[in-house]
């Protein structure tokens, strides 16, 4: 059984089955990824609550881990050939979690390479502009005088709205038939950005037709209701 003490991380959250997976995490629309992808996956874990409202992120055991700072992250003690393996960055972390158990990430070299630029995709594009409509749209940038950001990162989260719209038509997940962890990557944003950011109509989601079908399919998978919810928030 691996020695997980040695990990700064593992000493401030201790591993109760230091012989399964520990995610470190919180259930934002990148934490989830990681929780949705071991369920959907079968894979026995640990999770842990970092508590990112109360700054647990930026102390110093998080961050041996994660020098930048961010959910999630885990601690594998099974890694490849059989060493502890930590990560961080939720799109590495997807990847690694595919080729560990050979699944939502397909064998064919050339699928496997499409699913992973939807993939990039979404960490590249998705992420970062859907989060900055909430922050200017709901949290503290709402009060900025100057609408101009906002208007900037609405207009761009319709257009890659507009890029899955064209993905889905005539196919029910990115890759077609098989639901993959590009799918995952993508869904909690989604989600977010209409739910929780409450951006909907700002960015004209009711005129599409793709995206909402895909993410009631997405939803009603039991392996993402349950990791939607994992860790539960204090």
């Known amino acids: ?18 012989d399964q997976l520990q995610l470190y995490s919180f259930p934002t629309p990148n934490g989830v990824k990681v929780s949705i992808a071991l369920e959907e996956m079968g894979l026995p874990y640990e999770v842990h609550a970092v508590n990112i409202m109360q700054n647990e992120t930026w102390g110093p055991e998080f961050l041996a881990l994660n020098p930048n700072g961010k959910i999630p992250a885990i601690l ?19 990847l690694y979690l595919g080729e560990k158990t050979g699944q939502l990430l397909p064998r064919d070299a050339a699928r496997r390479y499409e699913t992973i630029q939807w993939v990039f995709f979404q960490m590249a594009a998705v992420g970062p502009m859907f989060g900055q409509v909430g922050f200017f749209y709901k949290f503290a940038g709402k009060d900025i005088a100057d609408k101009r950001p906002l208007d900037r990162y609405v207009a761009e989260s319709k257009r890659l709205l507009g890029v899955l719209e064209t993905r889905l038509d005539s196919r029910p997940w990115i890759m077609g038939d ?57």
């Not at 691996?2 to 401030?12: E, F, G, N, Q």
Request: hydrophobic share 45%; charged share 20%; with cysteine.
């Open 1 to 18: 059984m691996a020695d997980l003490t040695r990990y700064p991380i593992a000493r401030r959250w201790p591993a109760q089955h230091p």
């Open 76 to 94: 594998d003690p099974n890694g490849p050939d059989g060493a502890p393996l930590a990560l961080f960055e939720s799109g590495a972390i997807l």
């Open 178 to 234: 098989d639901f993959t962890i590009a799918d995952i990557s993508l869904l909690g944003w989604v989600r977010g950005l209409v739910g929780f950011y409450g951006a909907g109509d700002l960015v004209d989601y009711g005129a599409l037709q793709q995206v909402p079908a895909w993410l009631e399919r997405c939803l009603a998978r039991p392996a993402v209701q349950r990791g939607l919810d994992i860790p539960k928030r204090p």
